[in-house]
């Protein structure tokens, strides 16, 4: 059997949620970009990209004009998505798109930061949101949050669905890393795995971005049983998935996407 072209969240899943995560497996694109990329950020063959966004709505059910994307910076905005085109929304800068809009999909871009997707379980409401370090300490995940509660959501019954992305095992960082997740997250000192700690001590102290993502979640109100177990990491997974940390610039990019069923009105 052909592999799929996302990996879905159980969690997700049961409340019958369109949902995924895009591994590398299954497009048409070569070399460093094999196989489904679906960045233009690193230029690569257009059609290649337009023909995995192609195979990719097909399989996962969504219509390509309805998904959303937007211009990722590291920073906390978001954007709402209503009546717009998504050519109107890809040239806003923002890190995370929310909707309650029948028949919208929302969409992030990552290669090693932690793509998130947040739902009412009633389906009623979605949020793609890219959340690297900068992110984080940022708040982009609280913001998100209270998005979706300005849209009648209740924050403890949301369900949320980590991705692949650069793990504690291979996540390295400098002193500023580290100061910054001490300052954003002071409650959570364990998101920082120190030098010289651990079983196998790493040289250069490790961030672990899942945790800083639950931290963020918690933090923002939602019930820790309501959110999946991370999927993996994109460093230490050449074959599943693209990493910037492991591969340099030129290369393909994961998608994350959550759409609400329906046509819409328009
Ligand atoms: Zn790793």
């Not at 966004?53 to 059910?61: E, F, K, N, P, V």
């Not at 930061?113 to 900068?134: N, T, Y």
């Not at 994961?254 to 069923?261: N, R, S, T």
């Amino acid at each position: 059997m052909a592999d799929p072209l996302a990996l879905q969240v159980d969690l997700l899943a049961r409340s019958g949620l369109l949902h995924g995560f895009t591994t590398r497996l299954g497009g048409v694109s070569k070399g460093s970009f094999a196989t489904l990329n679906l960045s233009p950020k690193w230029p690569e063959e257009a059609e290649n990209v337009a023909a995995n966004y192609d195979r990719l709505a097909r399989w996962a059910g969504f219509k390509e004009q309805r998904l959303y994307l937007a211009r990722q910076v590291h920073g906390a905005q978001g954007v709402r998505v209503a009546d717009q085109s998504s050519a109107q929304v890809r040239p806003v800068e923002a890190d995370y798109l929310f909707t309650d809009r029948p028949g919208s999909t929302v969409a992030v871009i990552t290669a090693d930061c932690v793509p998130l997707l947040l739902a009412d379980p009633s389906g009623r409401c979605v949020a793609a949101v890219h959340a690297g370090w900068r992110g984080l300490v940022a708040g982009v995940i609280g913001a998100a949050v209270r998005s979706l509660a300005e849209l009648g959501s209740r924050p403890q019954d949301l369900v949320a669905g980590l991705g692949p992305c650069i793990g504690p095992c291979c996540f390295e960082v400098g002193q500023e890393v580290v100061e910054a997740f001490a300052d954003a997250f002071p409650n959570h000192p364990d998101i920082v795995v120190p030098a010289g700690s651990g079983a196998t001590p790493f040289p250069k102290a490790h961030v672990n971005l899942w945790r800083a993502a639950r931290a963020a979640l918690v933090e923002a109100g939602l019930d820790p049983a309501h959110m999946a177990d991370p999927p993996g990491c994109t460093m230490c997974d050449p074959h599943r998935f693209y990493s910037y940390r492991r591969d340099g610039a030129r290369i393909g990019q994961q998608l994350a996407y959550i759409g609400i069923e329906g046509n819409g009105h328009g």
